[in-house]
Nanobody, 125 residues
Framework: QVQLVESGGGLVQAGGSLKLSCETS????????IGWFRQAPGKGREGIACISARDGSTEYFNSMKDRATMSRDMAKMTAYLEMHNLKPEDTAIYYC??????????????????WGQGTQVTVSS
């Protein structure tokens, strides 16, 4: 069973930064792309970024692409999402998820087959 555990969310003021973590296993990082998504109240799930299992390259998909950086630490078996200059509209539950490594990194949730429980990010104005 794939385990994905998000952490690092919280309450931050507009303009602030957060670094989210997605703890998993070496097996997952070797064989699955990792994506970050978010879901704001009353909205659908939105892709933010993805890191490829094949070569560690990253793709960014939404309005956060200039304010977010995704990375991974194979030794710590963790993927990260650093977010800067946060805005109130970034308030959402943030999820990490896995995608087949033989697919190109995608921002479409239908291509992801396993999800963490999410971590809440709240940005105050």
């Amino acid at each position: 069973q794939v385990q994905l555990v998000e952490s690092g969310g919280g309450l931050v003021q507009a303009g602030g930064s957060l670094k989210l973590s997605c703890e998993t296993s070496k097996f997952v990082l070797d064989y699955w792309n990792i994506g970050w998504f978010r879901q704001a109240p009353g909205k659908g799930r939105e892709g933010i970024a993805c890191i490829s299992a094949r070569d560690g390259s990253t793709e960014y998909f939404n309005s956060m692409k200039d304010r977010a950086t995704m990375s991974r630490d194979m030794a710590k078996m963790t993927a990260y999402l650093e977010m800067h200059n946060l805005k109130p509209e970034d308030t959402a539950i943030y999820y990490c998820a896995i995608e087949n490594k033989y697919l190109d990194c995608s921002g479409y949730e239908d291509q992801y087959t396993g999800w963490g429980q999410g971590t809440q990010v709240t940005v105050s104005s």
